[in-house]
């Protein structure tokens, strides 16, 4: 049967419009999580300009769940001030970064109290604030303890308040982040309590954090029972200590005397440990490890191949770590040679569980010293499942790449399968 089809409408009689209903507002259309979202990647301005693009448009930018003022480079104080002013709901989010010398440090005071009052931040989830270095002696208002909602805290350049005794703790905080932060008055208690007041912390990151009042012999404890992932990167001696972190999977230490710190790591699966800024008076605590890395994967060393107490540390971790797969070894070797680390003293430091898994070896920065060699061709005779060694050479090294291929070549191998490769030379910007 042929199909049947309905004759089109008829026109409307001579001299009569059609009625038209408004078009579709595409804008006002999408779901307000999308709208959002693409509004919160725009610069300030551009932000407001977008009222005339819609109806539904019109004042979105005022109760926008995300203010990232990070992407916003070039407004002044005025303009955050008429922001916050104009907000009629909770901020979710709030971002800013600024370099500009004529904003006030009382300012940063006033927009974390509008943030913390009426429509800002009771539901405040995500707080990243970067300063100015100036701003390091400046106390963040103590309003920013009040923000229970926290699941991001991340600060820059600038000075955190005391901690109050009345302080009832971070529920939600998942990821601590502190850079060039100065912590007062007893400040690594301050930073313990932070902590140990954030039950659910996953991830804290410590870099160039200033502990008023604290030196190597304070007594205060860090304690995380949930904690993932930690890096700590200081550059002056601290006290406290670390119980077991129970749950600690990735960890990078990075200042002077923190090696103590690696008794409460004993479940990582990464490590990352920087030899050079290690004290003398830390090698006994790495000579006495009373564990297993049981866990440990990979390791990551900083070393110093002219320095035999780092020689003498890395043997430490490495005696340590029985299931090692994966070890990246990067050279800062500097200086002449205390003594030479030969096959002698090298085999003297083996045991039989070391390098019993372990397939993949980088090293760069290689100087060609002679520690670093009698290293490679440890490695080369005793792992005996190594598929790869990577090599790059510093830039000033002291061999070629072709002089050295002669040389490796010549190191016998317990691993049939074990592959050196030569990944060429450092630039020189590498090396500085």
């Given amino acids: 049967m042929a199909d049947v089809q309905s004759p089109p409408p008829p026109p409307p009689p001579s001299g009569q419009r059609r009625l038209v209903g408004p078009a579709p507002d595409a804008l006002g259309s999408l779901p307000l999580d999308v709208l959002d979202s693409i509004l919160s990647r725009l610069h300030i301005h551009d932000v407001v300009r977008t009222s005339a693009l819609s109806r539904s448009w019109r004042r979105r930018w005022e109760s926008l769940p995300t203010v990232d003022l990070t992407r916003s480079p070039g407004i002044s104080a005025s303009d955050v001030d008429a922001l916050l002013l104009r907000r009629t709901a909770p901020a979710r989010s709030f971002r800013l ?99 140990a007041a954030s039950p659910v912390l996953q991830e804290v990151t410590l870099i160039d954090v200033v502990l008023i009042g604290d030196g190597p012999d304070e007594d205060w404890v860090i304690r995380a029972s949930n904690l993932r992932k930690l890096t700590i990167a200081l550059g002056s001696e601290y006290g406290g200590r670390m119980e077991d972190l129970p749950r600690l999977e990735e960890c990078c230490l990075f200042g002077l005397n923190y090696a103590k710190y690696l008794t409460g790591m004993a479940r990582v699966t990464k490590l990352t440990f920087y030899c050079n800024c290690m004290l003398s008076t830390e090698v006994d605590v790495l000579e006495r ?144």
């Avoid at 010398?101 to 009052?117: G, I, Q, V």
């Avoid at 920013?144 to 109050?164: D, I, K, N």
């Avoid at 003498?312 to 797969?325: G, K, T």
């Avoid at 003297?348 to 060699?373: G, T």
Wanted: glycine fraction near 6%; include cysteine.
């Fill in 97 to 195: 970064a600024t370099r500009d010398r004529s904003w006030s440090p009382t300012a940063f005071h006033d927009w974390l109290l509008r943030l913390s009052r009426g429509g800002g931040g009771g539901g405040l989830r995500d707080l990243e604030l970067t300063l100015r270095y100036t701003y390091i002696n400046s106390k963040l208002n103590s309003c920013l303890f009040s923000f229970r909602e926290l699941t991001s805290l991340r600060l820059h350049c600038c000075g955190l308040p005391h901690v109050p005794t009345e302080f009832a703790g971070f529920p939600n905080l998942k990821t601590m982040y502190l850079s060039v932060v100065k912590v007062q008055r007893h400040g690594g208690r301050g930073l313990a309590t932070l902590i």
């Fill in 289 to 432: 490890l009373p564990f297993l890395f049981e866990n440990l994967r990979s390791l990551i060393l900083g070393v110093n191949f002219c320095m035999m107490s780092h020689i003498l540390a890395i043997f430490c971790l490495l005696r340590s770590a029985p299931v090692l797969e994966e070890l990246d070894v990067w050279n800062w070797s500097e200086g002449a040679q205390e003594m030479e680390a030969n096959d002698v003293f090298l085999n003297a430091q083996w045991i039989n569980h070391m390098f019993a898994k372990l397939h993949v070896v980088r090293m760069k920065k290689v100087y060609c010293l002679n520690n670093e060699m009698h290293f490679i061709e440890f490695i080369l005779s005793k792992a005996r499942v190594l598929r790869v060694l990577s090599l790059t050479l510093a830039s000033d090294s002291l061999s070629s790449i072709e002089e050295a291929i002669i040389d490796i070549t010549e190191y016998p191998r317990a691993s049939p399968d074990a592959q050196v490769i030569f990944m060429g030379v450092e630039p020189e910007s590498a090396n500085k």
